[in-house]
């Protein structure tokens, strides 16, 4: 997966990872407010949300006077990835997102990137703990019981 994100050239491109930070940062927000406060044209700041958005790093919230583009989690995890933002308020933002300790999230996504590497599915966090645990890594108590409110109920019958 992070091949197939890595075709997107966030690493090369600076000025797809500085609308992808200010996303993160500031969003959501709309491709006119991107444009404008990064000094952009609004059809290059809107070409490059668009892209973002391609690739799965943002998508649209929709708002009664225009799309508004927010940052997934997916966007997130390759920002932590190529480094394109400050790596503590990106494990913060993913930490309040599933109330769980930043350290272990951060822990968890250092042996995750390392582990998989080029190979790593990079998506929600609940899929990439299931991926890690399904390939074999070890997962931290806390990120398993977070994850496990994700997992449906099974009823038990008694016989």
Not at 39 to 59: D, P
Not at 105 to 126: M, S, W
Not at 136 to 150: K, N, W
Request: net charge positive; charged share 25%.
């Amino acid at each position: 997966m992070l091949k197939l994100i890595s075709a997107c050239r966030l690493d090369e491109d600076q000025l797809l990872s500085e609308v992808l930070r200010y996303i993160i940062l500031m969003g959501p927000a709309t491709a006119y407010r991107i444009a404008r406060d990064l000094n952009l044209h609004f059809t290059q700041a809107y070409r490059k949300a668009a892209r973002l958005e391609r690739f799965g790093m943002a998508r649209r919230a929709a708002n009664h006077r225009g799309s508004m583009f927010e940052a997934t989690e997916r966007g997130i995890v390759t920002c932590y990835y190529f480094g394109c933002a400050n790596w503590e308020i990106l494990i913060n933002k993913l930490a309040a997102r599933h109330k769980l300790p930043g350290p272990v999230l951060r822990a968890f996504l250092d042996t995750y990137l390392d582990h998989f590497k080029n190979d790593a599915v990079v998506d929600d966090i609940p899929v990439m703990a299931f991926y890690a645990a399904y390939r074999g890594v070890e997962i931290p108590q806390e990120l398993a019981s977070a994850v496990a409110r994700y997992l449906p109920r099974v009823a038990y019958v008694s016989h």
